[in-house]
């Protein structure tokens, strides 16, 4: 799985290098999207594979990132919940950018490419499957901090949203699976993440029952 999700990346890249700025504006999310009459949630899914056609280190680092981190998590879970992991965390990612056009009115237009948030989701969970067993995170703990303070620096452009989110929705997953790890354990495993699946989904929604323009009028 992580090869694979290594070489859509790397194809969706292409396109959107090749076909700007059609591709990258199909594929991108921003919290309009999530507006009654403008609602097209397959994007909170398709930008958590697209990059920055502009900014080639982007994709770089993140695939350097996929390669190391997310094979040792694929070898350790098995493929179908490493793809569980990486689809919910970047999922939980698109659901912070929602979330956060209530904090701004002007943020609402503001379109994010979110693979970002599902490598930040593959950090967490490598945090939280190395402090179950016992093993050293000082490492981890610095490159997370290293990203943190990037992702935060002036003139960035970087949606901080989509990794805070993407890692919250790593940590949780992660959590899961460690909590219900046992054999026995597998549908109280699926039960749960299915859950956490479906809450997000739920506060992908969060528009629809509360107006965006309550917070503006």
Known sequence: MTYWIIGICVAVFALQW?????????????????????????????SMFAHSPGFIFH????????WIFGRTLELF??????????????????????LSGYLSQDYLLTPVVGA????????????????????????????????????FLPGMNIAWQAHVGGLIGGLVVAAIYMYARKPQQKWLRVGLVAAWAAALI????????????????
Request: hydrophobic share 55%; net charge positive; with cysteine.
């Open 202 to 217: 739920v506060l992908s929604c969060a528009y629809f029952v509360v107006p965006y323009t309550t917070f503006w009028s």
């Open 59 to 66: 994709i770089l680092l993140n695939m350097y990132s996929l």
């Open 18 to 46: 090749l076909i700007q700025p059609f591709v990258t504006q199909a594929i991108w999310y921003a919290p309009a999207y999530g507006i009654p009459g403008q609602f097209e949630p397959w994007r909170m899914v398709t």
């Open 116 to 151: 970002s948030g599902a490598i930040f989701g593959l950090l967490g969970a490598f945090l939280v499957i190395q402090r179950t067993g016992g093993g050293q995170t000082r490492q981890l703990l610095v490159l997370l901090g290293i990203n943190f303070v990037i992702t």
């Open 77 to 98: 879970l098995g493929r179908w919940r490493f793809l569980a992991l990486y689809l919910v965390s970047g999922f939980a990612g698109s659901v912070m950018v929602l």
